[in-house]
């Protein structure tokens, strides 16, 4: 079968910077195409480039036979590429159809919107699609991140392309929505279009992709087809070594002491009546479906929502209304958010301002800043997490997302917290990463940290944690531990009412 998509040696630099080298990638419609490669690697750069977001330096690309040059994303669309790219594209004031539609709504004689037409053709796409249950009627700002990357899919899937590029589509989806987003990978294959999907998540990659291509450095370093290569080829590949392990070893570093403890914590009908125990030298994760309290129990410990209920922090009762409430003090509670570029990072600041946001204090003195101070806390922390950055002063927003994520845990040590708040702080970065990022968890908790984890991939939980606290419906269902502690089970008690059974 000829190549449908054929890209040779693809280039593009950003002044002294290479993004691309020798990106070479070919590809067959009807087929689910992965792009792997770790953060840095060029995947990004190269999927704007097929979606008219970028301009290549040198290179060419072809798609259907014919020469593929785009200037923008509309001739990109026009041709029939559309992409989900990890940061959304949405405008929270309007509703979910308009998003959809946005600057392709159907208009009336009067040249104004048709509101019903556009609720109607949306209702009509997810119909088509299966579409997780969100009305095209609600507006956009009340949706949960993973509902609002299921929008984005949609407003893709409404051009009807041939090409559909998604990037890090599940990171932000819970187990059922990633299901979801699998099978319709495999649908739109077997219609004959062709799905470039890329993800960190080798479990997907090798239940849904036909064949893979890896990036290294900017340029392409390997391509076969999934069913010919282990798990162990495409990391080393990726990472131009062999990987020894992505998880830790699990040491038990746990001690007696409750560091934070939660009475009949409940907010708003999204949690209701909490009672759970974190101890010192502990990870303890915290699973569920989507939407069943996970976000508000995080949120309600670090002071982002309305709670009631008790919580004592190191024995002692703690009022939480606000995050400066949470970090005030010493042994406070810090939190990794869930959406770093907005929640997380000041993304035109840089590397150095985001880490000593928090930190100011450290190295001030009667209103006047020590540089020296402040440089040598900056620099020992990027040695320390080994934060690939040009200079302090680059802009946190340049970096890979597994940078800007080791930016946001150094901005979290820098302060006196203790009990470190951790919300899937491994979503859409690559598996090398990972990796560093779990031996810190490990290594943190053996230092005396108390850490709340939670993950929408199960197999970390099941790797990383301690124990696993199960929420369903906003309630705890269970606390797993030990052989009881698998994937199996965590996704029973999120889905079955054990205690009525």
């Known amino acids: 079968m000829p190549d449908f998509l054929e890209a040779l040696s693809v280039a593009k630099r950003y002044g002294g910077i290479v993004a691309l080298s020798d990106a070479t990638l070919k590809a067959r419609s009807g087929e689910v195409h992965a792009l792997l490669g770790e953060n840095g690697a060029g995947k990004s750069t190269f999927i704007q480039i097929l979606a008219g977001a970028v301009r290549a330096d040198s290179g060419s690309i072809t798609l259907g036979g014919e020469r593929f040059a785009v200037r923008n994303p509309e001739e990109a669309q026009r041709l029939g590429v559309a992409a989900v790219f990890q940061e959304l594209s949405l405008i929270p004031?309007?509703?979910?159809?308009?998003?959809?539609?946005?600057?392709?709504?159907?208009?009336?004689?009067?040249?104004?919107a048709r509101a019903g037409a556009m609720r109607e053709a949306t209702a009509e796409l997810f119909a088509r699609y299966r579409f997780p249950a969100i009305r095209p009627d609600q507006e956009l700002r009340r949706l949960t991140l993973a509902e609002r990357q299921v929008v984005e899919i949609a407003k893709a899937l409404a051009r009807d392309p041939r090409v559909l590029i998604l990037d890090e589509a599940t990171s932000a989806l819970a187990p059922r929505e990633t299901e979801w987003l699998l099978g319709l990978s495999r649908d739109l294959a077997a219609e004959g279009k062709l799905v470039i999907y890329i993800s960190h998540r080798l479990g997907e990659v090798r239940r849904i992709a036909d064949r893979v291509t890896v990036f290294r450095n900017g340029a392409t370093v390997a391509a076969y087809d999934t069913a010919s290569v282990d798990d162990d080829t495409i990391i080393a590949d990726m990472l131009g070594r062999q990987m020894e392990r992505l998880y830790p070893e699990r040491r038990n570093t746990t001690t007696g002491r409750i560091a934070l403890s939660v009475k009949g914590l409940s907010v708003e009908n999204r949690l209701a009546d909490l009672d759970l125990d974190l101890r010192e030298g502990e990870v303890l994760g915290v699973a569920g479906l989507q939407g069943h309290g996970q976000r508000e129990l995080f949120q309600?410990?670090?002071?982002?929502?309305?709670?009631?209920?008790?919580?004592?922090?190191?024995?002692?009762?703690?009022?939480?209304?606000?995050?400066?409430?949470?970090?005030?003090?010493?042994?406070?509670?810090?939190?990794?958010?869930?959406?770093?570029?907005?929640?997380?990072?000041?993304?035109?600041?840089?590397?150095?301002?985001?880490?000593?946001?928090?930190?100011?204090?450290?190295?001030?003195?009667f209103g006047l800043t020590d540089p020296k101070r402040e440089a040598k806390l900056v620099d020992d922390m990027i040695a320390q997490l080994r934060i690939?950055?040009?200079?302090?002063?680059?802009?946190?927003?340049?970096?890979?997302?597994?940078?800007?994520?080791?930016?946001?845990?150094?901005?979290?040590?820098?302060?006196?917290?203790?009990?470190?708040?951790?919300?899937?702080?491994?979503?859409?970065?690559?598996?090398?990463?990972?990796?560093?990022?779990?031996?810190?968890?490990?290594?943190?908790?053996?230092?005396?940290?108390?850490?709340?984890?939670?993950?929408?991939?199960?197999?970390?939980?099941?790797?990383?944690?301690?124990?696993?606290?199960?929420?369903?419906?906003?309630?705890?269902?269970?606390?797993?531990?030990?052989a009881e502690n698998s994937e199996h089970q965590i996704l029973r008690a999120a889905m079955i009412d054990t205690r009525a059974a």
């Open 93 to 112: 004031d309007l509703t979910v159809a308009e998003n959809i539609f946005f600057r392709r709504e159907p208009l009336s004689p009067l040249r104004t």
């Open 388 to 482: 690939k950055a040009g200079s302090p002063e680059q802009a946190a927003g340049t970096l890979s997302g597994g940078n800007q994520q080791k930016v946001i845990f150094g901005k979290m040590l820098l302060t006196d917290a203790r009990i470190l708040l951790l919300y899937d702080p491994t979503r859409g970065i690559d598996v090398g990463t990972k990796g560093e990022i779990f031996t810190l968890m490990r290594d943190l908790a053996a230092r005396g940290y108390a850490i709340l984890f939670y993950s929408s991939d199960l197999a970390e939980l099941v790797h990383v944690a301690d124990r696993v606290a199960v929420l369903r419906y906003g309630r705890l269902a269970a606390i797993l531990e030990g």
């Open 300 to 365: 309600a410990l670090f002071g982002a929502a309305r709670a009631s209920g008790a919580i004592e922090v190191w024995g002692k009762p703690r009022t939480i209304r606000s995050p400066r409430d949470a970090l005030s003090g010493r042994d406070g509670l810090a939190l990794v958010p869930e959406d770093r570029r907005n929640h997380g990072l000041l993304l035109a600041k840089s590397v150095r301002e985001n880490l000593t946001l928090s930190v100011v204090k450290r190295f001030t003195r």
